[in-house]
């Protein structure tokens, strides 16, 4: 029997996350031997939580999810750029004596839009919400030369205060623009997933623009339905999901994943 290896996905809740599934597929696939567990923990254990978990000498990597992202990015590590940017880390990576902390948020984004066969560069982005969701993906997409990045959002002063943030490196507005349309209209907002979604009246679009909504859930989410009934490029977040994933095995092992089988049988799940 090969080295085991101990990782996992820390966050509450996390009953419902798919990472352990994605990422035994992973293991199976690439024939590491791993155990990657879910682990529910409160906001005010999770730095001991991490302190505890890297003791054991198997340990080799943890997943952060909701709310600990930014929490991840004050640990005692060595921070990536990106992840010391948006203040905000999903991946941590142990080696001997050191931790490693990265986002793998925006790459995973990233390489699922052109997995899909779409791109950012010279494209005008619509990114709906401006909270911590925006702003995982916010660094990557402002780093693939689109030609503007919209922000909107029901409080426009978090908007504004990302775009101020973000336009030495793109061009970033905070109200819509009606001049020509968007190519890919992104969905951040957490209403898309409680259902608070409100429909957007007046948005400049063509029959090619995409809707993603970085939200994912087993049944449509509320911003994918809307989406479906004006465009016919419509995608939720699971590739994200698995794409980011991968990115994390990839800093963990040195070895990058097949994603799109990993995709296929949670489509083939969805039914
Ligand atoms: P996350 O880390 O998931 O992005 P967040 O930082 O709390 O969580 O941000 C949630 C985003 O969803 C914000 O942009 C929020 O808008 P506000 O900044 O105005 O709060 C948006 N959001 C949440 N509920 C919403 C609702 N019912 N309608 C519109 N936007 C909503």
């Given at each position: ?6 990782l996992g996905v820390?966050?509450d809740p996390?009953e ?20 990657y567990?879910?682990?529910k ?6 730095a001991p ?20 992202k930014?929490?991840a ?6 921070i ?5 940017y ?6 941590i ?7 490693f902390l990265y986002s ?5 984004f990233?390489?699922?839009i052109?997995n ?5 560069e010279?494209?005008?982005i ?18 693939n030369?689109?030609?503007?990045i919209t922000?909107?959002?029901r409080?426009i002063e ?5 775009c101020?943030?973000?336009s ?5 507005e ?7 349309p ?7 907002s957490?209403?898309?997933l409680?259902?608070?979604?409100r429909p957007i ?8 623009t995409i809707?993603?909504d970085l ?17 016919n ?8 999901l ?7 095995y ?6 990058f ?8 049988d949670i489509?083939?799940m969805?039914?």
């Open positions: 029997m090969s080295k085991l290896y101990k820390v966050g996390i419902h996350s798919l990472s352990p599934f994605i990422h035994s597929r992973f293991s199976r696939e690439t024939n590491i031997n791993i155990e567990l879910p682990f923990v409160k906001q005010d254990d999770f939580f991490v302190s505890e978990f890297f003791k054991d000498s198997l340990s080799k990597g943890l997943n952060i999810t909701l709310p600990h930014k929490n990015s004050m640990l005692d590590g060595v990536s750029k990106e992840a010391k948006i203040n905000a880390v999903n991946t990576v142990k080696d001997e004596k050191k931790i793998t948020d925006g790459v995973g990233i390489d699922d052109k899909k066969g779409f791109m950012f010279d494209n005008k619509l990114i709906i919400g401006a909270g911590g969701a925006a702003e995982s993906i916010l660094y990557t997409v402002a780093h030369k689109p030609k503007e922000l909107y959002n409080t978090k908007a504004e205060k990302l101020r943030k973000y030495h490196i793109s061009k970033t905070s109200v819509l623009d009606h001049n020509s968007y190519d890919i209209v992104i969905n951040s957490s209403a898309g409680t259902g608070e979604f009246e007046e948005l400049n679009i063509s029959k090619s809707f993603y939200n994912y859930s087993l049944t449509e989410t509320p911003f994918c339905k809307w989406a479906k009934g004006i465009s490029n419509v995608y939720d977040g699971i590739g994200m698995v794409h980011q994933a991968a990115h994390s990839n800093m963990w092992f040195g070895i994943p097949d994603t799109n089988k990993v995709i296929q489509e083939d969805r039914g």
